[in-house]
């Protein structure tokens, strides 16, 4: 593949003098990040001496699947998993990898962990390669839920390769080929479909939802790259249980969408078993919530902790510098860094200050007028 030129320094400035790009600077390495979507550059997107590697676009998610599809997409498409995890993008970058996250920081835990994940020899061939890959398992710093299949740890599931300075993907032929010449780890490619072929699609969604696992990107086989995604009825049930500690900081629209999606897809699929559907809808708000009563009757706050595995001790304090600056309202709090197993591990708490002022007021006997 031919790579387009970089982004000259003038769209670079304006991007900047706009507040849609700043610049950035980690372990020495100086880029510039672009904080949000600027003409057609995608938020995500980062400059360094030696290229660009462009954002991952934004991927429309389709809640109706038989109309969706064929209104969607045009021709035959692949199906692929899409993996519950966090989105990070590898490159090399002065001698060094590096792994970017969506927003386009540098993140220091994934790229500490970057041998552990995957044979990084396919950089010394294809010097200018971006892996883009969804990183999950239980022990991860940023989400709460992982994919059951994992049950320790976390790996990495690359799902699209490009190069730097383009902002296209390799065609699935080119990136199929490679993940076998280097053994990549890679997420489950189901096939090429054509938009007619609704009944094998939904069984491998069902199947996804029966095995509790997040649901499938569609990808067309075209020059136009166009991309749309799906989701299973246990991928919504799944966000409502490990987001009802932010309960009273995200909108209601958050919880709302989900129990729509996760109707549309028992209607759509034509699943049964209500009564074990509606409890387990039911659960995914009050455990989480029994959960935090309990915990602050128990604990004095309401807190979800957190640990991962690092090679080296200084990335994880980079983490949680990192943490304490992007993550908003919530606090984040170290508990422990210390060597075991060969790493060094990092506990960690976010403290939900939300949720822990209003049950310190009605625990206490606060009275509230509806």
């Known amino acids: 593949m031919i790579s387009e030129p970089a982004i000259d320094a003038e769209r670079i400035r304006k ?64 199906m692929e998993e899409k993996i519950d995890g966090f989105n990070i993008r590898v490159t090399r970058i ?19 962990r970057l041998p552990d994940l995957l044979d990084t020899a396919i950089f010394d061939d294809q010097p200018d390669l971006v892996l883009c890959a969804e990183v999950a398992g239980p022990d991860n710093p940023y989400i709460e839920s992982a994919p059951p299949f994992i049950s320790e740890d976390v790996r990495l599931f690359v799902f699209d390769l490009m190069r ?25 490619i189901f096939g090429r479909f054509e938009t007619s072929d609704i009944k094998p699609i939904s069984d491998i969604l ?35 249980r490990t987001s009802v500690y932010s309960l009273l900081d995200l909108s209601p629209e958050y919880f709302t969408s989900r129990i729509l999606r996760l109707a549309l897809f028992v209607d759509e699929q034509e699943l049964e078993g209500f009564d074990d559907l509606n409890r387990r809808a039911g659960a995914a ?4 919530l029994q959960e935090a009563i309990r915990q602050h009757r128990s604990e004095g706050r309401v807190s979800h902790r957190f640990r991962c595995r690092f090679r080296d001790p200084e990335n994880a304090r980079r983490l949680i510098k990192y943490l304490k600056r992007a993550s908003g309202h919530v606090q984040v709090v170290q508990r422990e860094l210390k060597p075991e197993g060969g790493f060094w591990l990092l506990e960690f708490d976010r ?20």
């Open 285 to 288: 708000f009050l455990d989480g």
């Open 94 to 112: 002065q001698n060094s990898l590096i792994a970017l996250t969506r927003g386009g920081y540098v993140c220091p835990f994934t790229t500490d």
């Open 15 to 78: 991007a900047v003098q706009s507040g849609k790009a700043a610049d950035a600077e980690s372990g020495g390495l100086r880029h510039v990040r672009f904080v949000h979507d600027f003409e057609d550059i995608a938020r995500g997107t980062v400059v360094f001496d030696e290229g660009t590697v462009y954002g991952y676009p934004a991927i429309g998610r389709l809640l109706a699947l038989r109309t969706g599809l064929a209104k969607q997409l045009s021709g035959p498409f692949w």
């Open 164 to 188: 730097r300075n383009s902002p296209r993907f390799l065609s699935q032929d080119e990136k199929m080929e490679l993940i076998r010449r280097y053994a990549l780890p890679s997420v489950e």
């Open 206 to 240: 069902k199947q996804l939802d029966e095995e509790g696992r997040e649901g499938a990107v569609f990808k067309e086989d075209s020059p136009r790259q166009r991309r749309t995604k799906h989701v299973t009825g246990s991928a919504n049930l799944s966000d409502i």
């Open 351 to 370: 403290i939900y200050p939300s949720l822990n002022g209003l049950l310190s007021d009605w625990l206490a006997g606060k009275v509230v007028f509806d």
